[in-house]
Protein backbone atom coordinates (compact mmCIF):
# COMPACT_ATOMS: atom_id res chain seq x y z
CA UNK A 1 0.00 0.00 0.00
CA UNK A 2 2.86 2.44 0.69
CA UNK A 3 3.77 2.91 -3.09
CA UNK A 4 -0.38 3.83 -3.69
CA UNK A 5 0.19 6.66 -0.82
CA UNK A 6 3.29 7.68 -2.54
CA UNK A 7 1.27 7.74 -5.75
CA UNK A 8 -1.55 9.93 -4.52
CA UNK A 9 1.19 12.27 -2.98
CA UNK A 10 2.75 12.71 -6.17
CA UNK A 11 -0.79 13.65 -7.82
CA UNK A 12 -2.24 15.89 -5.21
CA UNK A 13 1.17 17.75 -4.87
CA UNK A 14 1.34 18.47 -9.16
CA UNK A 15 -2.52 19.75 -9.39
CA UNK A 16 -1.81 22.04 -6.51
CA UNK A 17 1.02 23.01 -8.61
CA UNK A 18 -0.16 22.89 -11.67
CA UNK A 19 2.86 22.38 -13.07
CA UNK A 20 4.72 25.39 -12.05
CA UNK A 21 7.75 23.89 -10.23
CA UNK A 22 7.75 24.02 -6.34
CA UNK A 23 5.38 26.92 -5.53
CA UNK A 24 3.02 26.32 -2.38
CA UNK A 25 -0.52 26.60 -3.16
CA UNK A 26 -1.71 29.17 -1.64
CA UNK A 27 1.18 31.50 -3.68
CA UNK A 28 0.83 30.58 -6.75
CA UNK A 29 -2.91 31.71 -6.06
CA UNK A 30 -1.82 34.89 -4.86
CA UNK A 31 -3.09 37.83 -6.88
CA UNK A 32 -0.21 39.98 -8.31
CA UNK A 33 0.60 42.97 -9.03
CA UNK A 34 -1.79 44.65 -6.89
CA UNK A 35 -1.51 48.58 -7.10
CA UNK A 36 -3.56 51.48 -7.53
CA UNK A 37 -4.10 53.87 -10.62
CA UNK A 38 -5.47 57.10 -10.10
CA UNK A 39 -6.75 59.34 -12.21
CA UNK A 40 -8.41 63.06 -11.10
CA UNK A 41 -8.54 60.99 -7.89
CA UNK A 42 -10.61 58.08 -9.35
CA UNK A 43 -8.86 55.56 -7.48
CA UNK A 44 -8.85 51.99 -8.71
CA UNK A 45 -7.46 49.25 -7.29
CA UNK A 46 -6.24 46.51 -9.66
CA UNK A 47 -4.16 43.39 -9.68
CA UNK A 48 -3.57 40.33 -12.00
CA UNK A 49 -4.53 36.68 -11.23
CA UNK A 50 -2.20 34.53 -9.36
CA UNK A 51 0.14 32.12 -11.72
CA UNK A 52 -1.33 28.74 -10.63
CA UNK A 53 -5.05 30.43 -11.74
CA UNK A 54 -6.55 29.44 -15.55
CA UNK A 55 -9.73 31.26 -16.44
CA UNK A 56 -12.26 33.34 -14.59
CA UNK A 57 -13.61 30.94 -12.02
CA UNK A 58 -11.51 32.80 -9.22
CA UNK A 59 -13.50 35.15 -6.75
CA UNK A 60 -11.44 37.77 -5.00
CA UNK A 61 -11.89 39.78 -2.06
CA UNK A 62 -10.65 43.35 -0.72
CA UNK A 63 -9.69 44.88 2.04
CA UNK A 64 -8.21 48.66 2.35
CA UNK A 65 -7.12 50.90 5.57
CA UNK A 66 -5.42 54.03 6.16
CA UNK A 67 -2.14 53.93 7.37
CA UNK A 68 -1.54 53.75 11.00
CA UNK A 69 -4.86 52.02 11.51
CA UNK A 70 -4.11 48.27 12.70
CA UNK A 71 -7.77 47.08 11.12
CA UNK A 72 -8.10 46.24 7.86
CA UNK A 73 -11.81 47.29 6.76
CA UNK A 74 -13.32 44.91 4.23
CA UNK A 75 -15.03 46.54 0.68
CA UNK A 76 -18.24 44.82 0.60
CA UNK A 77 -19.00 45.78 -2.79
CA UNK A 78 -15.85 43.99 -3.69
CA UNK A 79 -15.95 40.97 -1.76
CA UNK A 80 -16.81 38.00 -3.79
CA UNK A 81 -15.82 39.03 -7.23
CA UNK A 82 -14.46 37.99 -10.22
CA UNK A 83 -13.41 41.05 -11.78
CA UNK A 84 -9.54 42.80 -11.42
CA UNK A 85 -10.52 45.87 -10.08
CA UNK A 86 -12.17 47.53 -7.40
CA UNK A 87 -13.11 51.11 -7.18
CA UNK A 88 -11.69 52.64 -3.74
CA UNK A 89 -12.60 56.07 -4.51
CA UNK A 90 -14.38 56.57 -1.70
CA UNK A 91 -12.81 54.91 0.86
CA UNK A 92 -9.68 57.22 -0.51
CA UNK A 93 -10.80 60.47 -0.66
CA UNK A 94 -9.02 62.17 2.29
CA UNK A 95 -6.52 63.09 -0.40
CA UNK A 96 -3.53 63.53 1.65
CA UNK A 97 -4.07 60.32 3.50
CA UNK A 98 -1.92 57.35 2.49
CA UNK A 99 -3.81 54.26 2.25
CA UNK A 100 -3.33 50.39 1.70
CA UNK A 101 -5.38 47.91 -0.29
CA UNK A 102 -4.90 44.26 -0.29
CA UNK A 103 -6.34 41.49 -2.50
CA UNK A 104 -6.65 37.70 -1.76
CA UNK A 105 -7.72 34.56 -4.03
CA UNK A 106 -10.67 31.87 -3.60
CA UNK A 107 -11.01 29.14 -5.56
CA UNK A 108 -11.98 25.02 -6.38
CA UNK A 109 -11.85 25.07 -1.83
CA UNK A 110 -8.59 27.25 -1.77
CA UNK A 111 -7.56 30.40 -0.99
CA UNK A 112 -4.86 32.59 -1.13
CA UNK A 113 -2.34 34.62 1.42
CA UNK A 114 -2.83 38.57 1.04
CA UNK A 115 -1.35 40.88 -1.41
CA UNK A 116 -0.64 44.18 -0.48
CA UNK A 117 -0.32 47.36 -2.20
CA UNK A 118 2.65 49.81 -1.63
CA UNK A 119 1.50 53.15 0.36
CA UNK A 120 -0.59 54.84 -1.88
CA UNK A 121 -1.64 58.80 -1.55
CA UNK A 122 -3.69 60.13 -3.71
CA UNK A 123 -2.72 63.77 -3.84
CA UNK A 124 1.16 62.58 -4.70
CA UNK A 125 -0.33 59.93 -7.05
CA UNK A 126 -3.15 60.42 -9.40
CA UNK A 127 -2.63 61.66 -13.03
CA UNK A 128 -4.82 64.75 -14.14
CA UNK A 129 -6.39 64.72 -17.36
CA UNK A 130 -5.83 67.44 -20.09
CA UNK A 131 -8.03 70.93 -19.71
CA UNK A 132 -11.51 70.91 -21.42
CA UNK A 133 -10.63 73.72 -24.14
CA UNK A 134 -13.72 75.74 -25.74
CA UNK A 135 -12.81 77.99 -28.48
CA UNK A 136 -14.60 81.08 -29.87
CA UNK A 137 -13.80 83.59 -33.20
CA UNK A 138 -14.15 87.25 -32.48
CA UNK A 139 -13.61 89.58 -35.32
CA UNK A 140 -10.62 87.66 -36.18
CA UNK A 141 -9.15 86.41 -32.73
CA UNK A 142 -9.44 83.03 -30.62
CA UNK A 143 -10.75 83.30 -27.76
CA UNK A 144 -9.85 80.36 -25.49
CA UNK A 145 -11.65 79.25 -22.72
CA UNK A 146 -9.98 76.44 -20.24
CA UNK A 147 -11.77 74.22 -17.66
CA UNK A 148 -9.51 71.88 -15.43
CA UNK A 149 -11.05 68.55 -15.04
CA UNK A 150 -14.00 67.78 -12.17
CA UNK A 151 -13.22 65.62 -9.49
CA UNK A 152 -16.01 62.57 -8.10
CA UNK A 153 -16.51 64.24 -5.01
CA UNK A 154 -19.20 67.29 -4.52
CA UNK A 155 -19.18 69.92 -2.03
CA UNK A 156 -21.84 70.62 0.62
CA UNK A 157 -23.90 72.50 -1.85
CA UNK A 158 -23.70 69.42 -4.31
CA UNK A 159 -21.63 71.21 -6.90
CA UNK A 160 -18.96 69.65 -8.83
CA UNK A 161 -15.14 70.11 -6.93
CA UNK A 162 -12.37 71.15 -9.71
CA UNK A 163 -9.30 69.97 -9.49
CA UNK A 164 -7.74 73.68 -8.91
CA UNK A 165 -9.09 73.25 -5.32
CA UNK A 166 -6.14 71.15 -4.70
CA UNK A 167 -3.41 72.18 -6.37
CA UNK A 168 -1.90 75.59 -8.21
CA UNK A 169 -1.80 75.02 -11.86
CA UNK A 170 -0.57 76.85 -14.60
CA UNK A 171 -1.92 76.47 -17.69
CA UNK A 172 -0.11 76.63 -21.07
CA UNK A 173 -1.52 76.99 -23.93
CA UNK A 174 0.40 77.07 -28.47
CA UNK A 175 -0.90 77.37 -31.47
CA UNK A 176 0.06 75.91 -34.44
CA UNK A 177 0.56 77.23 -37.83
CA UNK A 178 -0.66 74.52 -40.16
CA UNK A 179 0.83 75.74 -42.89
CA UNK A 180 4.09 76.54 -41.26
CA UNK A 181 3.43 73.31 -38.93
CA UNK A 182 5.32 75.75 -36.44
CA UNK A 183 4.40 75.33 -32.58
CA UNK A 184 3.98 78.84 -30.51
CA UNK A 185 3.57 79.06 -26.79
CA UNK A 186 1.31 82.03 -26.71
CA UNK A 187 0.25 82.22 -22.98
CA UNK A 188 1.36 80.68 -19.69
CA UNK A 189 -0.20 81.61 -16.62
CA UNK A 190 -3.31 81.00 -14.07
CA UNK A 191 -6.21 82.74 -16.24
CA UNK A 192 -8.59 80.31 -17.57
CA UNK A 193 -10.00 82.56 -20.66
CA UNK A 194 -7.28 83.68 -23.27
CA UNK A 195 -7.31 85.69 -26.15
CA UNK A 196 -5.38 85.35 -29.38
CA UNK A 197 -4.62 87.78 -31.60
CA UNK A 198 -3.10 89.16 -34.67
CA UNK A 199 -3.73 85.98 -36.65
CA UNK A 200 -3.31 85.67 -39.94
CA UNK A 201 -6.71 85.54 -42.24
CA UNK A 202 -7.75 82.76 -43.95
CA UNK A 203 -5.41 80.49 -42.24
CA UNK A 204 -6.10 77.22 -40.47
CA UNK A 205 -4.72 77.05 -36.78
CA UNK A 206 -4.48 74.57 -34.33
CA UNK A 207 -4.43 75.27 -30.61
CA UNK A 208 -3.63 73.13 -27.79
CA UNK A 209 -3.42 73.40 -23.98
CA UNK A 210 -1.72 71.84 -21.37
CA UNK A 211 -1.83 72.43 -17.42
CA UNK A 212 1.51 72.23 -15.39
CA UNK A 213 2.28 71.58 -11.80
CA UNK A 214 4.35 73.61 -10.56
CA UNK A 215 5.08 71.98 -6.78
CA UNK A 216 5.35 68.45 -8.43
CA UNK A 217 6.61 69.48 -11.34
CA UNK A 218 4.46 67.20 -13.74
CA UNK A 219 2.35 68.59 -16.91
CA UNK A 220 -0.90 66.63 -18.24
CA UNK A 221 -1.07 65.61 -21.72
CA UNK A 222 -2.54 67.99 -23.68
CA UNK A 223 -6.27 68.80 -25.03
CA UNK A 224 -6.71 70.75 -29.19
CA UNK A 225 -8.71 71.74 -31.48
CA UNK A 226 -8.23 73.11 -34.70
CA UNK A 227 -9.78 76.16 -36.38
CA UNK A 228 -9.91 78.32 -39.60
CA UNK A 229 -9.18 82.05 -39.81
CA UNK A 230 -11.92 83.51 -42.23
Not at 45 to 74: C, D, H, T
Not at 184 to 191: A, C, L
Request: aromatic share 12%; with cysteine.
Amino acid sequence: MRPKHCFLGFLVSFFLTDGIGTWPAHESLKPRKVEFQSRNFHNILRWEPGRALRGNSSIYFVQYKRYGQRQWKNKEDCWGIQELFCDLTNETSDIQEPYYGRVRTATGGSHSGWSMTQRFIPWWETKIDPPVMNITQVNGSLLVILHAPNLPYRDQKGKNISIENYYDLIYRVFIINNSLEKEQKVYEGDHRVVEIKALAPHSGYCVVAEMYQPMLDRRSPRSGECVGIP
